[in-house]
T-cell receptor
Framework: GAVVSQHPSRVICKSGTSVKIECRSLDFQATTMFWYRQFPKQSLMLMATSNEGSKATYEQGVEKDKFLINHASLTLSTLTVTSAHPEDSSFYIC?????????????FGSGTQLSVL | KQEVTQIPAALSVPEGENLVLNCSFTDSAIYNLQWFRQDPGKGLTSLLLIQSSQREQTSGRLNASLDKSSGRSTLYIAASQPGDSATYLCAVIRQGAQKLVFGQGTRLTINP
């Protein structure tokens, strides 16, 4: 089946630094990628939707200048948490929709646990 | 605004029991509903997908039903095993939309 690789799986950083998370579709082309965040014992909340070659669409309440999303190719999307603060500590997951696929075929990365000290 | 609710939030049962997880959604105009499994600190694995025109889907010991008119879905797990311990999430896609709306999940523990 399709594989989405997400790196790093875990990152610890100091407050004020920036962290980049990568999401790659390994064996298919992803026209659309979604970025979610998940707090402990809570559900996934969509942060933004990115389409290859265009600007990401952010959900209400998500700061686009803080969470920079780049979808430069059909196999790679990145999320950069800029000037991270402890409240940004969370589990971030990406998902990818296959090119030509219906909305129902979404493949998820394994997630990134971000801890900001 | 679509809201998805899962009951119970946590469930602990002995190995071998059959169990039912519940999911409800407020807007019945959905395109499909999916059940996912999430292990601690991991991503999501899709278990079953039910199209809005379908009433149920089965995969091995799992059976998911959908009653769109009442806004409900159930995930039935037969003969539960310790390896089934995980968080189970349901999610819906609204007609004409791209994004999944997730429930809060049910944390399932199967005791040997």
């Amino acid at each position: 089946g399709a594989v989405v690789s997400q790196h790093p799986s875990r990152v610890i950083c100091k407050s004020g630094t920036s962290v980049k998370i990568e999401c790659r579709s390994l064996d298919f082309q992803a026209t659309t990628m979604f970025w979610y965040r998940q707090f402990p014992k809570q559900s996934l909340m969509l942060m933004a939707t990115s389409n290859e070659g265009s600007k990401a669409t952010y959900e209400q309440g998500v700061e686009k200048d803080k969470f920079l999303i780049n979808h430069a190719s059909l196999t790679l999307s990145t999320l950069t948490v800029t000037s991270a603060h402890p409240e940004d500590s969370s589990f971030y997951i990406c998902s990818a929709r296959a090119l030509g696929g219906s909305n129902e075929k979404l493949f998820f990365g394994s997630g990134t646990q971000l801890s900001v000290l | 605004k679509q809201e998805v609710t899962q009951i119970p939030a946590a469930l602990s049962v002995p190995e071998g029991e059959n169990l039912v997880l519940n999911c409800s959604f407020t807007d019945s105009a959905i395109y499909n509903l999916q059940w996912f499994r999430q292990d601690p600190g991991k991503g999501l694995t899709s278990l079953l997908l039910i199209q809005s025109s379908q009433r149920e889907q089965t995969s091995g010991r799992l059976n998911a039903s959908l009653d769109k008119s009442s806004g409900r879905s159930t995930l039935y797990i037969a003969a539960s095993q310790p390896g089934d311990s995980a968080t189970y999430l349901c999610a819906v896609i609204r007609q004409g939309a791209q994004k999944l709306v997730f429930g809060q999940g049910t944390r399932l523990t199967i005791n040997p």
